[in-house]
């Protein structure tokens, strides 16, 4: 007579089984660094779209709280843009009408007396080292200003080069430059003012 030996139940995993484990859980995880990433970049793109908006709303204010026009010139004056004195300084401590911002870029961006945005105090001077943004902060951002016409009636319009009105327009752009060099918009402002004549 012969003896059967009976199957002993087998304690622990077979290769095949660890294989099924590992590719699942490595398939959670990386599933949950995606959500995770995602999330993170999604916070970051908010929080730049944020700190745009405001360096944007701060250099438009910066623009419409300047006169019209300058004394030497009129309201209608073309080119716009700085010329001479204004050119000349630092930061835009010097422009003394909205037309000087025409064109005007700067990266990083810079206060009025030239510093770097999160550097500087009034006046032109330092802020405390506590209280600074880190040099590198803003490197990658840039501003833009353009200063123009538009038609009278219908301020959506752009005026044509050499026409002149009543009616201006000053467009902030805020910028990130990606490390390829191209650009990606951040925020955008445009604010359509006019000129009133002052009474006499």
């Given amino acids: 007579m012969t003896m059967r030996a009976t199957p002993v139940p087998r304690k622990g995993f077979t290769l095949v089984e660890a294989m099924?484990?590992?590719?699942?859980?490595?398939?959670?995880?990386?599933?949950?660094?995606?959500?995770?990433?995602?999330?993170?970049?999604?916070?970051?793109?908010?929080?730049?779209?944020?700190?745009?908006?405001?360096?944007?709303?701060?250099?438009?204010d910066e623009v419409l709280g300047q006169p019209y026009h300058s004394p030497e010139s009129g309201p209608t004056a073309y080119p716009l843009g700085p010329a001479g004195r204004e050119a000349a300084g630092v930061g835009r401590e010097h422009f003394d009408e909205t037309g000087d911002y025409n064109g005007y870029a700067a990266q990083p961006p810079v206060d009025m007396w030239g510093a770097p945005i999160g550097q500087g105090s009034v006046g032109g001077g330092l802020r405390h080292a506590d209280l600074r943004v880190p040099s590198?902060?803003?490197?990658?951002?840039?501003?833009?200003?353009?200063?123009?016409?538009?038609?009278?009636?219908?301020?959506?319009?752009?005026?044509?080069?050499?026409?002149?009105?009543?009616?201006?327009?000053?467009?902030?752009?805020?910028?990130?430059?990606?490390?390829?060099?191209?650009?990606?918009?951040?925020?955008?402002?445009?604010?359509?003012?006019?000129?009133?004549?002052?009474?006499?």
């Fill in 20 to 60: 099924v484990s590992l590719t699942v859980i490595a398939m959670s995880a990386a599933a949950l660094f995606l959500a995770v990433q995602t999330t993170v970049q999604a916070r970051t793109d908010a929080m730049e779209q944020t700190i745009a908006m405001g360096l944007a709303r701060q250099l438009i």
């Fill in 136 to 200: 590198s902060y803003f490197d990658k951002f840039r501003q833009e200003v353009d200063v123009y016409y538009v038609n009278d009636l219908n301020s959506s319009i752009r005026l044509e080069s050499g026409q002149t009105g009543d009616h201006r327009a000053v467009e902030v752009r805020i910028l990130r430059v990606n490390r390829d060099r191209s650009t990606t918009e951040l925020a955008r402002l445009r604010q359509v003012f006019v000129y009133v004549p002052s009474p006499n």
